[in-house]
């Protein structure tokens, strides 16, 4: 079984910046395919970013160029660094961790709004 805390989000300016970090139990960590999820109010889970074991990336559409994914496997941590943020970028945001099984986290508000 693997946990994962989310933490950072909360209430940014259009324009403004946040930064969640998702912190894994477990020593499978550095193997994981670790991912962040987001689901706006009324709308489906959607891929924001997922970051492999060899550090390949991809992003959705609609935050490529905004967004950063990375990860310190040291501190087993995924990190998504959030830039130019739209009030179209409010939701949930869920870490997502997969090596055989996949698990989520318990998912972290991000509100974009003046």
């Known amino acids: 079984q693997v946990q994962l805390v989310e933490s950072g989000g909360g209430l940014v300016q259009p324009g403004g910046s946040l930064r969640l970090s998702c912190v894994a139990s477990?020593?499978?960590?550095?193997?994981?395919?670790m991912g962040w999820y987001r689901q706006p109010p009324g709308k489906q889970r959607e891929l924001v970013a997922s970051?492999?074991?060899?550090?390949?990336?991809d992003y959705g559409d609609s935050v490529k160029g905004r967004f950063t994914i990375s990860r310190d496997n040291a501190k087993n941590t995924v990190y998504l660094q959030m830039n130019s943020l739209k009030p179209e970028d409010t939701a949930v945001y869920y870490c997502?961790?997969?090596?055989?099984?996949?698990?989520w986290g318990q998912g972290t508000q991000v509100t974009v709004s003046s």
């Open positions: 997502h961790y997969k090596f055989g099984d996949a698990y």
């Open positions: 477990g020593n499978m960590f550095s193997f994981a395919t």
């Open positions: 970051i492999t074991g060899g550090r390949r990336t």
